[in-house]
């Protein structure tokens, strides 16, 4: 049997587009699944220290994470931006999804409105929706290649404006801010009071040497989320960590008492373990960027010699590739190929724009090769 019949339609979201290449894998389909950005790197060296902590019980850790995990990411970080981070100033969650929720729900409890830049991750949507904000969505030029306008926003930003989301690395495009425009930012945030929220989970995904973290300016108006899914290929243990002012903590510490009681115990004790061993993390960064750039630049060095056109993705571990020119919307070409060809790919309607689709770059180069030479029979 084939895919799904064209009577049952693909929904729009990552979550069901996942779960249908899930559904066709478990049917004995041979499908290539390029939907989410899941690292398939392997993880740092950790079967033995779980074993070796599988000798005691795990209770729950106090709301807002392990204290020894909360004091090793502050001396982290601290280091690395040249600031002075403490434990207090880190709040840890079940995945970073679940500190920006936390974080939008407590920021958003007397509403307000929430800028976003498009092409933008999708739950960032949602979860504004749920904790009852305004979205106000600025879009971004092809033209100019899905660069954030500064002056536009800066017109935009009014006495409703609660916060700002700005992603960087950014997923979908891979576009990074600057070191100049990062200052700025930080900056006007605190010039106009809002909270700047900059999702920094793709962080050692900089291949062109631009990325700068919000963390080297960081002030009380200022929160940066990162995330073990992304840099340590571990998705699955659902363990991520912000940067904010402590007032702002307390209440995010409140709140997830009451919705999930604290992280994942075992997560953060494994968590901690490694980040306790500095010089070992910093060359299993170095290592994992270096596999994502081969694979990026094999990826845009097979698109550009078929002329295929995508936008350059500076960091992250994903490509924004236009849709060929033969159909109306990038929803319908990631259906296609999900029919015919057994791709998955993630439909840019999704990140609010219908002509691109992304690709995620952080596989095997096998299932690189073979996904690229099924999508490039729909250009001529």
Known sequence: MGGYPSSKPMKKSLGDLFLREKTLKERGEKVLGFTLTSPAFPPPPI??????????????????????????LANFYSKKWQVDLKKENVFVGNGGKEVLFILLQVLLKKKGEVILFSPYWPSYVG????????????????????????KELKKKISSKTRALILNSPCN???????????EYLADLSQKRNFILISDEVYEIYDFENLYCSFLKFFHKNIFCVFSASKIFSLCGWRLGWGFGDEKLIEEMKSYQNDLSTSPHTLSQ????????????????????????????DFVINFLKERKIDFIFPEGGIAIFIKIPSKFKNAFSFSETLLE????????????????????????????????LKRIARYYS
């Open 127 to 150: 979860m504004v929706k749920m904790a009852g904000g305004k979205l106000k969505i600025l879009k971004t030029s092809e033209k100019h290649g899905f660069y954030p306008d500064l």
């Open 340 to 371: 015919k060809e057994k791709v998955s790919v993630a439909p840019g309607e999704i990140f609010g724009h219908k002509k691109y689709f992304r690709m995620n770059l952080a596989l095997p180069f096998e299932d690189l090769k073979e996904g």
């Open 172 to 182: 979908p495009t891979g576009r990074i801010l600057r070191q100049k425009e990062v």
């Open 269 to 296: 004790i494994l968590m901690r373990e490694i980040f306790r061993e500095e010089k070992k993390v910093l060359r299993y960064f170095s290592k994992n960027k270096k596999l994502a750039q081969e694979r990026r």
């Open 47 to 72: 079967r033995e220290k779980i074993l070796n902590f599988y000798k005691f019980s795990f209770s729950y850790s106090p709301a807002g994470g392990d204290l020894g995990l909360r004091e090793v």
